[in-house]
Structure formats: structure tokens, C-alpha cells
């Protein structure tokens, strides 16, 4: 199995398992690990937060997030993400439905790597998902440690 796996934050059931089926549709089998609310989200980067730099903790290779999220906000959570050395780097994708220009804004002001809107049509959406796991797994470069 790739050891490089997708964290998807999504509250809504059916655009998470439209997500998984465009993955696997698109046979991008990397696993998709799940987080349901902006809670959960936050105390799951508050556990890399205190990770020790001896430590070798698994760690997503992209993020999907979207933003309105019950418990904590997207934008709140992709703050997080940037605060944390072992994240710092990881690339996020905003993949929401909102269509609010400051949501783009401060998006790309907190450290998103792209901001996705949610298509409606289904083809559409299985089209993006290629594209976004073709550049983000496969083509995309990242560092492996902050600093």
C-alpha cells in the first residue's frame, strides 16, 4: 500500500464519499483518512503539535479542507496547520462549496496551496479530483522538514 495518504476534513457525508468514489474512480489508491468536524481537526493537529522532533509520526502527503465546518472554521484549522513545523509544508487544498470571495482571500492569506470549488456536476467533480491527485500526489514536490 502507498504509504502517502490523503487527511480529508469534510462534515458532509455525501461530498465525502463523492470525494473517495472520484479517487477511486480516478485509481488513486493512496488512503484517504477522514475527519468529520473542525473539533476533531484541531485536537488532531494538536497532537502533532506536541510531537517530539525524535518521533516519527505518519503524516498526510495532502489535506483536503473544507471551510464551514461545525466546531471550528476551515480558516482556523489551516492557521493551525501552518503553525505546526511537521505541517508547515504539507499541502492543502480548500475543496468547498462557498463561493464568498473572502473565503478565497484569506485562504490563500493563511497558507492554502489551492482553493477548490466544488463542482456540482459529478463528471466535473471526478475531473478536478484527477487533476488535484495527479498534480498533489504524483507531480508535486514538498520538503520533508520545516527549516
Known sequence: MDSKFILLIEDNKDDIELTIRAFQ?????????????????????DKLA????????????????????????????????????LTKFTPVVILTSSLEEQDLF????????????????????LNAVQQLGLYWLLLNETPKKAG
Open 25 to 45: 474512480k480516478n485509481n488513486l489508491k493512496n488512503e484517504i483518512v477522514v475527519i468529520k468536524d473542525g473539533g476533531e481537526a484541531m485536537d488532531y493537529f
Open 50 to 85: 506536541e510531537v517530539q522532533p525524535n518521533e516519527n509520526p505518519k503524516l498526510p502527503t495532502l489535506i483536503l479542507l473544507d471551510l464551514k465546518l461545525p466546531k471550528a472554521d476551515g480558516i482556523d484549522i489551516l492557521k493551525k496547520i501552518r503553525s505546526i513545523p
Open 106 to 125: 484569506n485562504g490563500y492569506q493563511f497558507g492554502a496551496n489551492s482553493y477548490i470549488r466544488k463542482p456540482v456536476d459529478f463528471n466535473k467533480f
